[in-house]
């Protein structure tokens, strides 16, 4: 692989589930929401929207209500069942900020995904860890989740894609292993 500062800063991401208690500065997340906007999208519709929640009540609730909704899908693995009966449990791992990625319903995932891992890099670009989390959209379920998102500022129709958590990492995790999925034809 031709190694440059780009191709750095992706293969040193990995996804980060404790961290410092160090806050994301403004400048940080303006800048990380301005690389998410900068993702290309089908025809430029931009069919996304990000709600950057760092009000610790806010926080707080999200993770209640994402535990409350998988302790209501016995079904679900007992490794999450287990946490989520746990009080020590955080579903939002500690980060100062998650940022919710939401779709418009309308024009699929797609635009949202990329936006995404736009904001993943930029902010290991600055030193900061994230991992996205599909679990916490559970918190979005119902009437008090769609509650919740309403105080996220989501607009109406806009449905939850993934979360990302962001901060500053208390943990450094060995890359994953992956399989050569591709060829070249
Ligand atoms: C769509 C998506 C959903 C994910 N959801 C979760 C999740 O709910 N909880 C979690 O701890 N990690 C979640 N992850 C992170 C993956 O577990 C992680 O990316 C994968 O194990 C590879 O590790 P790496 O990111 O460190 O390379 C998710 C990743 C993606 C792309």
Do not use: H
Not at 42 to 71: C, H, I, Y
Not at 101 to 126: F, I, K, W
Not at 166 to 177: D, I, Q, S
């Amino acid at each position: 692989m031709i190694r440059n500062e780009v191709t750095d800063v992706i293969a040193s991401r990995r996804s980060i589930r404790k961290y410092t208690g160090r806050k994301v500065t403004d400048e940080e997340l303006e800048t990380i929401l301005e690389c998410g906007t900068l993702a290309p999208s089908g025809m430029n519709t931009q069919g996304w929207f990000v709600s950057a929640v760092r009000d610790p009540a806010l926080l707080k609730e999200m993770s209640a209500l994402q535990k409350e909704a998988v302790l209501a899908m016995p079904d679900l693995p007992p490794v999450m069942l287990e946490r989520a009966k746990d009080p020590a449990f955080d579903a939002t791992f500690g980060a100062p900020v998650v940022l919710i990625v939401t779709a418009d319903a309308s024009r699929g995932s797609g635009d949202a995904c990329l936006l995404g891992e736009n904001m993943v890099l930029a902010a290991q670009s600055l030193g900061l860890g994230t991992c996205i989390s599909g679990s916490i959209t559970m918190a979005f379920q119902g009437e008090k989740g769609r509650s919740l998102l309403k105080k996220l500022g989501v607009p109406e129709g806009n449905v939850p894609v993934f979360g990302i958590t962001l901060g500053e990492a208390a943990e450094a995790p060995e890359a994953k292993p992956r399989e050569k999925k591709y060829t070249i034809v």
